[in-house]
Each structure stands twice: as C-alpha cells, then as structure tokens.
C-alpha cells in the first residue's frame, strides 16, 4: 500500500514538473491561437491565477493531445455520429448550432417566445449593477459591444422542425434595460443579418464554431466604430477564404460536411509592425507585424503608426478575439482582459493602470445576462 502512495504521489508530482521541463517557453497552441502562457511575476496582480494557467498549458501531452491527436480522431475515428449531444445540434447544410446556455437554452432562445421575466431579475440584480459600478472607476468612454449568437444571425441553417428558428430573439426583449441605466449597448446583430447578403457561399460565422470569424467581426467592428467616431472610415482589407475545422462545437461528433468557405486569412497594404507586451509584467512578447490570429488574454498590443493615438482596454469573452487585432490595427494602445470575472473590484486594479480613453466590454448573446 506504502508504494502505491509513493507511486501516485511520484505521477501527481511527474506530469507538471515533465511538462514545465520539455515544453518550449515561446509555443503559439494552434487550437487556441495564442501564445503559451509565461511564468508569472510573483508579486504581480493575478499571480496565482496565471500561474495556474501557466501549469495548465504544460501539462505533459496536453498539448500534443489537442494538437495533434485531437484533429486526427476528429478527421479519421469519429464514426460514430449524434443528432444531439451536450455541446451542439446540427442543422441544415452541415451547420452546427450551439445546444446549451445558462441563461436559458441557447438555442431556444431563437425558436420559442421565452418568458422574460426570470432573465430581466437576473440582469437587473447581478449584471446591471456590476456593468455601472465598472464604468465608474474611470472616465472612460465605456461601451457594452453584443457578439450575437449565430443562431440569430443564421437561423436559416437551423433544424425548421423545431419551433421557428430567426422570429424570436430573447434578447431584443431587455436589450432597453441595459439602455434605461444609462449603459450603452452595441448591437451588430442587424447589420451582420444585411451583410452576410454580400458573402455567398462564405460566412460570417464559423459553420462548426460558436463564434463570428473574421469577415464577421470586421463588420461588427465598422458598425461600432460609428459609435466611436463620427466621422469613422473604414480600413480596406483583403480577404482570403479557407475552410476550418475542428471548431468548438465539433465534439463528440465527426466534422459536419459542407462546402462553405468559413474561415480566412486578413491583410492589407502596408500593415503595421506592432509590440506586443504582457500587460501585467510589462515584458515584450513580439515585435512584428500585425498578426490577425493574433495573442491572448493579458496582452497589450503597441501601434505606433496606428490612426487614432487613444487606448482602449477590451474587456471580452472569446467573441473579443477576432475584433482585437482591427483594433489594433487602428488605436494606439489596445489591452485585452478576460472579462469572464464578475466582481468590479477585481478588476479596478487593472482599468486603473490601463488608464484608457474607451472600455469595450463585449460579451456574446446567449450569456448576457449572467
């Protein structure tokens, strides 16, 4: 019994101190797109935190699993195929459709009229109060951006068996709260509805992803720079479609067929050479040009060719990523923070040395109220 304790206690301590040892410090995880996460300084904000993340991401064959394997079972083992699990549903066309939510089932909240009552309650005793009390520790121009649910944008993908996919929209029914306490709310829903006109055979959204891509952000990101500016002219881009794979509603299931182009490469003339830095630690990262699948949570992103020389501190879920990098292609200082902590205080710290001119908090749909 003795060597068994010795010998779970010699794997518990193996697998971190194997993984920290043979991973290298400046590895970009694929499936993740960012850069693997640095050891901490001590005595920095956040230290346990990102030293958590920092022995998460070593794991011993973690990475190997999510890099390699996990794309292989996904294209040549998955035969096994569900009309249903816990992540997804799939749709018309090889359209995956995200199942679940905690505010309510996300994807009934496009195909039923949901009583509002229960959500108005959450939104008014948990996130109203915190958005305002997040807006008030600066002077900061702060903007509540909405990353709808594909569902909505979509629906024409969705299963037409159940309920009426695209006639009810749960959120349009308390979008006005936020509006009634004085918080102002970005929502591109409509206007990525109009623009997915101009993508034939493309997309805005990922087919196999909860998540906007690329061309899906940038109209997003047009649509809140008029907020932001008045006289606002869009950067031209060039847009490259791919396929993509392996998204985060592909699961237990194999990868959905389907011919549309739903991801893509961006760039432009004449692209801008950028710092990157570690917010918390202040250590430079990288030191060239604009990537579009750019660096993670906790990073400030220097431009300075940019056109607009204010700083902005996005505060984001995953729907944050894809806008981050026009970001910063057009401000001067642009910091990305999780915005997933839901106690103002924890993040005082943090808007206070960012000192920033405009605070994004986006947030996608189906999670808006928690």
């Not at 816990?86 to 949901?114: T, V």
């Not at 829903?189 to 959204?205: M, N, P, R, T």
């Not at 649509?223 to 794979?245: A, R, T, V």
């Amino acid at each position: 019994m003795k060597i068994i304790r010795i010998f779970l206690l010699f794997i518990i301590f193996f697998i971190p101190v194997a993984g920290i040892i043979t991973t290298p410090s400046d590895l970009v995880l694929k499936g993740e797109n960012r850069n693997i996460t640095a050891f901490p300084e001590f005595g920095k904000n956040l230290f346990f935190l990102n030293l958590q993340k920092f022995l998460t991401d070593r794991l011993l064959y973690k990475i190997k699993f999510e890099e390699e394997f996990f794309p292989i079972f996904h294209d040549y083992f998955s035969f096994f195929k569900f009309d249903k699990n816990e992540f997804s549903i799939e749709g018309r066309d090889g359209w995956l459709f995200y199942l679940d939510g905690l505010a309510a089932n996300a994807y009934k909240q496009h195909c039923f009229s949901l009583d509002e009552t229960i959500y108005r309650k959450s939104l008014l005793s948990n996130k109203i109060p915190f958005l305002k009390e997040l807006s008030s520790f600066s002077q900061a121009k702060f903007y509540i951006v909405i990353g709808p649910d594909k569902h909505g944008v979509y629906p024409e993908y969705m299963d037409q068996h159940y309920g009426k996919p695209g006639q009810y929209r749960l959120f349009s029914k308390f979008k006005n709260v936020f509006e009634n306490n004085d918080l102002t709310v970005i929502d591109p829903h409509d206007v990525l509805v109009e623009a997915k006109q101009q993508f034939i055979g493309k997309s805005l959204y990922f087919t196999d992803d909860t998540h906007w891509n690329l061309a899906g952000s940038k109209v997003a990101f047009d649509y809140l720079m008029k907020f932001i500016l008045d006289d606002y002219q869009p950067i031209e881009y060039e847009f490259s479609f791919i396929k993509h794979k392996n998204g985060d509603l592909v699961r237990n299931i194999k990868q959905p067929n389907n011919d549309f182009l739903d991801d893509l490469n961006v760039t432009r003339a004449n692209l801008p050479i950028v710092q990157v830095y570690d917010f918390y630690s202040n250590e430079l990262i990288s030191n060239s040009i604009l990537n579009f699948k750019g660096p993670d949570f906790g990073t400030m992103v220097i431009n300075n060719q940019s056109k607009d020389k204010r700083t902005i501190l996005l505060l984001s879920d995953s729907f944050g990523y894809a806008l981050k990098s026009y970001l910063s292609d057009y401000f001067y200082k642009v910091i990305h923070i999780s915005g997933y902590c839901k106690k103002a205080a924890s993040l005082k710290e943090i808007i206070e040395k960012a000192q920033p001119d405009i605070i994004l908090y986006v947030n996608v749909e189906r999670n808006v109220t928690l």
